[in-house]
C-alpha cells in the first residue's frame, strides 16, 4: 500500500472539505472560505463539489509540476483543487466509461471562464499524445481564444465577461484520446452590439480589429482606427487595463487559422464586423409627406455607401429597406413608411441580428473543424461555461432568461447530487435515511410551464393579434400567476403585496432558489419577437457577399415563410431543454465559483458579497444534503493507512483485509458505534467530530512518531558520526604513526649511512694507506733489484766483453798467423799446376750449368715445334745444333712409337701422297689436313648400296662420289668410283649399277695437272677391254687420296708394274679413237666461278682452273 505523503487533511487551512465543517453555520461557511483565500487556497470542497473563489491574480498552482502531482490521484488524496475534478472526471470517463459533464456556475466574474479553460488544459495535459491528437487538442483550446473575441465583452463586473453561454462537448476514444468537440452557444448578448452600459464595451473583436490589424486591412475594410468615429463604440473604457487588443488581435487570427478558418473566411467575418461598425454610423432625418407624416431618410450617405460595398448590396436597396416596411398577408403586399424612430430600430436589429447570426455561424464554423472525424462510440466530456445568476437593480428579459437556466442548472444539480448520494448508499450497503431539501421544480415550473408557465404567456402575448405592449403582459401575468408562492407582483390578484413598495408597478418579482429579482417589463415582448423587418432580410440576402448571403436565407424571396419565426424565449427553452436532457445522462461534476469582490482585487473578501453568492447558490444546501447522511467516507486502504499508527494492533503493518484492519482500529479506538458505519469499499463517518477526533488522535501519534524517529534518527546520526570519528581517529593516528615511524626510520637511516660512510672512508683511507705503503715497498724492492740485477749484468757484461776481446784477439791473431802460414804454402803449390786444374774445372763446371739449363728449357715433345733455346757460348755452337736434331729424331721415335698399324697405313698414305704431289701440285696443300677416309659413302653399310657392294669378293678401299667427264662435251655426270685392290669400278650414283670396271692392270697411268683441280685421267692400257671407250677423265674432291690410294695398290701388288703419275697441265688422252689433249688453264678468280671442262674440238679438252688465292 502506498503512502501517500501529502492529504486532503494535511496542512489544513481552516477545513478542505465544507462537510467536515463544524459548527456548520452560514457564518462558519464563509469565515472558512475567506480563511482559505487569505491563505492563498482558492479551492475548497464541498465533497465532490469545488468551490472556487477568483484570486484576481495569477496563481502558481497550474504548472506542469502540479499537473503531474494530480494526475490519477484520488480525489480526496491531495489539497482541494480544480485538477483534483477534472482527474476525477477525466479517469471516471476513460476507465469507467462514463459520460462526464462539468457545470461551471457562478456570477459574472466568478471565474468560470477560466475555470472551463483550466479544465480543458488540464485533460488536454494527461491524455494520450500524438500527432493527430496534439491538433485536435490544439484546436479545441484555440477555439476559446475566437470565441472570447466574439463573444466576450468589458463589463463592469468583468473585463472579459462572457456574453454568451456555452456548453462543449470534448469527445474521446476508448483509450482516452481527444477525437474532436460540438460546441453549443446560448443567447448571446446582441443588445450589446448597438448600446453598452456605461462603463462597459461592445465586444472585444470591434476594439481588437481597429488596434491590431494593419493599414492595409482597415482600408480594405474601409475603417479608421478611432474608435471614437464609430457610433456603436462607446467610448467609455475603450481601453481597458490589462487587455492589449492589438496582441490579441494577432492571436485570435493566429487561432482562427489554428482551428481551421480559411483567409476569405476570416476576411468575410472581418468584413462583416466592418459592417456593423459602419452600420451603426447610418443615421437617418424625417422627411415630411404631403399625408402630415414623417418619414426617415438616410442623412450622409457615405457610410451607408461603404457599407453596401464592403457586403455588396445595392445601395438603393438597402437604403428603401430603412425607410420602407413591406408586410405582406393574405397574399397581399402592404407598404408602410418608416419613421426615424422605426428607422433607428430597423438599423440596430439589422446590427443585432446580423452580429449574432455571424456569432453562430462562427461557432458552426468552429464545430465543423473540430467534429469527431471517427464514426467510433466515443466517450464525450461537457463542459458548461453558463452565465451566472444576475441580480441587477434593473433586469430585463435577459437576466429572466438568464436566471431561468441557472434556476434548471440548480435543479438538476439538486436531483444528480441527491441521486449519486442515494446510490453510492445503496452501493455500500448503507442504510438510507430521508434528506429534506427545497427542490426548485416549483420555480422551473412557474417559468417554463406550457400553459401558464412565464415565457408561454409571454409568447402568447407576442402572437397575439391586436395591440400588444408590455404591459399587457405584466397584465395577463398578474392574472395567471398571481397564486404562484414565488411569483410576485404589485397588482397581482394576491394582495399582500399592495402595499409592498419595493415592486414598482411595471414590474414583478419571481422568488428564485438563489434569491428575489425584481424584473421590470419593458422590452420583454419586443426582446421576445427579436423582429427584423423582412426588408432588410431581403436586402441583405440580395448581397453580392457569401457570408452574408449565407446568414439571411429567410431573405430569400424563393422561400418567403410568412410563418412568425420562433419567439427568442421559446427559442431558448428549447436549447435549455435540451441541454438539461443532455446533463441528465451524464455524471455531473460541480465547480461552484465565487467572486471575492466587486472591485476585481486580489485579496478582498467582501463577505456580504461572497454571503450573497453562497446563498444562491444553494451551497449550505449542499452541504447539509451532503451531511444529511454521512460527513465523511474513505475507502479502507487509504482509512487503515492513515489511522494505523493509533493502534498498536495496526501499527505498523496489518497482515489481514483493510476492513477488518479499520473494523479493529476503531474497536481499539472505542469510536462509538453509531458515529459511523461500514460500507462494503468505504467507511461511512457520521459527524465530522469523528473525523477530528480520529486526525487529532492521529496528529498526536504523529508527533510522537516524530519524537520516536528524531530520537532514533539522532541516535543514528550520533552513532553513526561517533563511529565515523572513531574509524577516523582509528586512521588518522594509523597515519600519523606510519608517518612518525617513517620520519624516525628515516633519520635513523642518515645517521647509519653518515657513520656508515666515515667508518667505509675512514678503512678505506687505512687500507688505501697500506696498499700505497706495500706498493712503495715493492717498487723500492724492484728498483733496488733492477739496479742490482743492472750492476749485475753490467758486470758481467763487461766481463764476457773483456773476455770476447780478449779471445777475438786471439783468434784474430791466430788466423793471422794462420793465413801466413797457408799463403805461404799455396803460393808455393799454385805456382807448380794450378792453371789446368782450374781451367777443367771452369769448363766442367760450365758444361754442367748448360745441361742444367739446357734440361730446364728443353722444348715440347711435339716434332712440329720449331722451339729450341738459345745456345750460351759460342763455343757450344756444334754441340748445340747436334743436340737440337738428336732431340728432334729422339722425340719423332717417340712419337712414332705411339703409333697404331692403322695409323701408321695412314701416315704412309699421306707419306706417300707427300712424295707424289708434294711441290708438284697446287692441290696437295689443302688435303695435308684432311684424313683420307676411303669409304666416304660407307658402302658396306648403305643398304642402298648393298647389291653394289656383294658383287665385289674384295675390300673396297675407295667409294667416293666423282664426276666422269663426257668425252664428247666435257659435262659432267656422277658417278661412284669404288676402288678394290683389283678394280676400279664407276657405278651409277642412283641405281648402283657398275657402269665399268676397270681392273687395275689394264691401267697404265693416271694423269693431273699442276693446279688445284680434282681433275684426272685414266689412262688405260691400249687394245685392253676397259679401252675400248677409250680413257676415263674424272675430277674428284679427294683426288690426292684417290690417287694416293691407286699409286699404294700399284706398288704392293706384285702382279704388274707401279702406276705412273703424271703430273703436268697438258696431257694426252685416248678417247675412242681420238687422241684428245686436256689443257689446263689458269684463269683470275672471279666471283662464284670455279673449274669448267669443255670440250673445245676434237683434240682439245679445255679445263679452266681459277687461280688459287
Ligand atoms: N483561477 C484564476 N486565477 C487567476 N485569475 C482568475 C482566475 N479565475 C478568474 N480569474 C480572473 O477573473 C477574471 C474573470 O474571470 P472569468 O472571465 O472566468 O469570469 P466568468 O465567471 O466567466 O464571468 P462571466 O460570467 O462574466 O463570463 C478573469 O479575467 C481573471 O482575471
Ligand atoms: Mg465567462
Redesign the pocket.
Known amino acids: 500500500m502506498e503512502v501517500k505523503t501529502k492529504s486532503l487533511l494535511d496542512n489544513m487551512i481552516g477545513v478542505g472539505d465544507m462537510v467536515l465543517l463544524e459548527p456548520l453555520s452560514e457564518e462558519s461557511f464563509i469565515e472558512n472560505l475567506r480563511k482559505r483565500f487569505d491563505h492563498n487556497e ?1 479551492y475548497t470542497y464541498i465533497g465532490s463539489v469545488v468551490i ?1 473563489v ?6 502558481l498552482i497550474y504548472t506542469p509540476e502540479r499537473v503531474e502531482e494530480y494526475r490519477n490521484r484520488n480525489f480526496y488524496e491531495l489539497s482541494p483543487h480544480i485538477y483534483a475534478l477534472a482527474d476525477e472526471a477525466y479517469r471516471s470517463l476513460r476507465d469507467q466509461d462514463k459520460d462526464q459533464c462539468i457545470l461551471i456556475t ?10 472551463s479553460k ?1 479544465v480543458m488544459s488540464y485533460v488536454a495535459a494527461v491524455c494520450g499524445k500524438g500527432q493527430e491528437v496534439n491538433k485536435v487538442k490544439e484546436q479545441l483550446l484555440q477555439s476559446n481564444p475566437v470565441l472570447e473575441a466574439f463573444g ?1 465583452a468589458k ?1 463592469v ?6 456574453r454568451f453561454g456555452k456548453y462543449m462537448d470534448i469527445e474521446f476514444d476508448f483509450k482516452g484520446d481527444p477525437l474532436g468537440g460540438v460546441i453549443s452557444n446560448y443567447l448571446l448578448e446582441k443588445s450589446r452590439v448597438v448600446k453598452q452600459p456605461r462603463g462597459e464595451r461592445n465586444f472585444h473583436i470591434f476594439y481588437q480589429l481597429l488596434s491590431g490589424a494593419s493599414d492595409d486591412t482597415l482600408k480594405k475594410l474601409k475603417l479608421d482606427r478611432d474608435f471614437s468615429k464609430y457610433n456603436y463604440l462607446s467610448l467609455d473604457s475603450a481601453v481597458v487595463n490589462g487587455l492589449d487588443d492589438a496582441t490579441n488581435f494577432r492571436t485570435v487570427r493566429n487561432a482562427m487559422q489554428i482551428v481551421g478558418f480559411m483567409e476569405d473566411e476570416v476576411q468575410s467575418v472581418l468584413e462583416l464586423v466592418a459592417a456593423v461598425l459602419k452600420l451603426g454610423n447610418i443615421e437617418f432625418k424625417p422627411e415630411s409627406r404631403c399625408n402630415g407624416t414623417d418619414e426617415s431618410r438616410v442623412k450622409d450617405k457615405n457610410d451607408l455607401k461603404e457599407m453596401c460595398e464592403l457586403l455588396g448590396i445595392e445601395q438603393s436597396v438597402l437604403e428603401r429597406a430603412f425607410s420602407y416596411r413591406t408586410v405582406e398577408a393574405k397574399m397581399e403586399k402592404v407598404s408602410t413608411t418608416l419613421n426615424v424612430a422605426q428607422a433607428y430600430y430597423a438599423r440596430d436589429a439589422l446590427a443585432k441580428n446580423l452580429y449574432s447570426r455571424l456569432f453562430s455561424w462562427i461557432v458552426n464554423r468552429i464545430n465543423e473543424s473540430i467534429k469527431a472525424q471517427a464514426k467510433t462510440r466515443h466517450k464525450v466530456m461537457g463542459v458548461l ?1 453558463i ?2 445568476f444576475e441580480i441587477f437593480e434593473d433586469n430585463s428579459f435577459e437576466q429572466f432568461i438568464i436566471n431561468y437556466c441557472n434556476e434548471k442548472l440548480q435543479q438538476i444539480f439538486i436531483e444528480l447530487t441527491l441521486r449519486e448520494e442515494q446510490e453510492e448508499y445503496v452501493r455500500e450497503g448503507i442504510e438510507w435515511t430521508n434528506i429534506e431539501y427545497f427542490n426548485n421544480a416549483i420555480i422551473c415550473d412557474l417559468i417554463e410551464n406550457h400553459q401558464n408557465g412565464i415565457l408561454a404567456m409571454l409568447d402568447e402575448e407576442c402572437l397575439r393579434p391586436g395591440t400588444v405592449t408590455d404591459e399587457t403582459f405584466l397584465d395577463k401575468l398578474n392574472m395567471i400567476c398571481a397564486e404562484h408562492q414565488h411569483f410576485e407582483s404589485r397588482l397581482s390578484k394576491n394582495s399582500k403585496f399592495l402595499n409592498d413598495h419595493s415592486l414598482p408597478h411595471c414590474c414583478f418579482r419571481i422568488q428564485h432558489y438563489a434569491g428575489k429579482v425584481l424584473y421590470r417589463v419593458e422590452g420583454f415582448v419586443d426582446k421576445n419577437n427579436d423582429l427584423l423587418y423582412r426588408d432588410l432580410s431581403q436586402a441583405m440576402y440580395k448581397a453580392n457577399h457569401t457570408l452574408i448571403k449565407h446568414l439571411f436565407p429567410e431573405g430569400n424571396p424563393a422561400k418567403v415563410n410568412l410563418k412568425r419565426p420562433p419567439t427568442a424565449g421559446f427559442q431558448f427553452k428549447a436549447s435549455v431543454g435540451t441541454l438539461m436532457r443532455n446533463l441528465q445522462t451524464k455524471n455531473p461534476n460541480y465547480i461552484r ?1 465565487i467572486k471575492p469582490n466587486d472591485k ?1 482585487a486580489p485579496h478582498i473578501f467582501t463577505e456580504s458579497l461572497v454571503c450573497h453568492q453562497v446563498r444562491y447558490l444553494g451551497l449550505m444546501e449542499n452541504v447539509r444534503v451532503r451531511r444529511a447522511g454521512y460527513a465523511f467516507r474513505q475507502a479502507y486502504e487509504p482509512c487503515l493507512e492513515r489511522y494505523k499508527m493509533l493502534c498498536k494492533r495496526t501499527w505498523p503493518h496489518w497482515r489481514g483485509p483493510a476492513r477488518e484492519g479499520v473494523e479493529m482500529l476503531m474497536a481499539d479506538l472505542q469510536v462509538p458505534a453509531e458515529e459511523f458505519s461500514y460500507g462494503r469499499s468505504k467507511i461511512f463517518i457520521r459527524n465530522p467530530r469523528t473525523l477530528f477526533f480520529l486526525e487529532e488522535r492521529r496528529r498526536q501519534c504523529l508527533q510522537d512518531l516524530a519524537t520516536l524517529i528524531q530520537k532514533i534518527y539522532r541516535g543514528w546520526k550520533c552513532r553513526t558520526h561517533f563511529l565515523l570519528l572513531k574509524k577516523s581517529q582509528i586512521v588518522v593516528a594509523a597515519w600519523y604513526r606510519r608517518y612518525a615511524q617513517q620520519k624516525k626510520y628515516e633519520k635513523i637511516k642518515s645517521a647509519t649511512t653518515v657513520v656508515q660512510s666515515y667508518t667505509r672512508g675512514w678503512q678505506a683511507r687505512k687500507l688505501l694507506r697500506e696498499l700505497k705503503h706495500q706498493k712503495r715497498c715493492e717498487e723500492a724492492v724492484t728498483t733496488i733489484a733492477a739496479y742490482w740485477h743492472g750492476t749485475q749484468a753490467r758486470r758481467e757484461l763487461r766481463q764476457l766483453k773483456e773476455e770476447a776481446r780478449n779471445k777475438h784477439a786471439v783468434s784474430v791473431i791466430w788466423a793471422g798467423w794462420q793465413g801466413t802460414k797457408v799463403r805461404r804454402e799455396y803460393r808455393k803449390f799454385f805456382r807448380a799446376n794450378a792453371g789446368k786444374k782450374i781451367y777443367d774445372f771452369t769448363i766442367q763446371r760450365i758444361m754442367q750449368k748448360y745441361f742444367l739449363g739446357l734440361k730446364r728449357t728443353l722444348p715440347s715433345m711435339s716434332p712440329v715445334d720449331k722451339n729450341w733455346p738459345a745456345r750460351p757460348y759460342v763455343f757450344l755452337d756444334g754441340v748445340h745444333t747436334e743436340l737440337r736434331r738428336i732431340f728432334h729424331l729422339w722425340r719423332c721415335k717417340k712419337y712414332k712409337s705411339k703409333f697404331t698399324e692403322e695409323k701408321k697405313a695412314v701416315y704412309e698414305e699421306k707419306l706417300e701422297a707427300s712424295e707424289l704431289f708434294k711441290d708438284k701440285k697446287s692441290l696437295y696443300p689443302s688435303s695435308v689436313s684432311q684424313p683420307f677416309k676411303g669409304d666416304y659413302l660407307e658402302i658396306s653399310k648403305n643398304p642402298k648400296y648393298q647389291k653394289l657392294n656383294s658383287s665385289f669378293d674384295e675390300k673396297v678401299l675407295l667409294a667416293d662420289v666423282v664426276n666422269k667427264i663426257n668425252r664428247a662435251n666435257g659435262k659432267g655426270t656422277t658417278r661412284i668410283l669404288l676402288l678394290t685392290k683389283k678394280n676400279v669400278v664407276l657405278a651409277d650414283q642412283k641405281t648402283g649399277q657398275v657402269k665399268a670396271s676397270v681392273p687395275l692392270p689394264d691401267l697404265t697411268s693416271v694423269s693431273v695437272s699442276t693446279q688445284n683441280d680434282g681433275f684426272f685421267a685414266l689412262r688405260l692400257k691400249e687394245g685392253s677391254a676397259s679401252a675400248v671407250k677409250g680413257d676415263f677423265l674424272l675430277s674428284s674432291e679427294h683426288l690426292i687420296e684417290t690417287i694416293t690410294k691407286l699409286h699404294h695398290i700399284g706398288s704392293t701388288a706384285s702382279d704388274r708394274e707401279q702406276l705412273n703419275v703424271d703430273i703436268s697441265d697438258e696431257f694426252l688422252v685416248q678417247f675412242k679413237q681420238d687422241k684428245v689433249c686436256v689443257k689446263f688453264i689458269q684463269v683470275a678468280p672471279k666471283n662464284g666461278n670455279s673449274v669448267s671442262c669443255k670440250r673445245k674440238n676434237n683434240r682439245l679438252l679445255e679445263v679452266t682452273v681459277p687461280a688459287s688465292a
Open positions: 482558492i472556487s477568483n484570486p484576481y491574480k495569477s496563481m457562478g456570477e459574472s466574474g466568478a471565474g468560470k471562464t477560466e475555470a483550466l466576450n463589463t463586473r468583468n473585463d472579459n465577461s462572457s461555461d452565465y451566472g465559483c476585481k
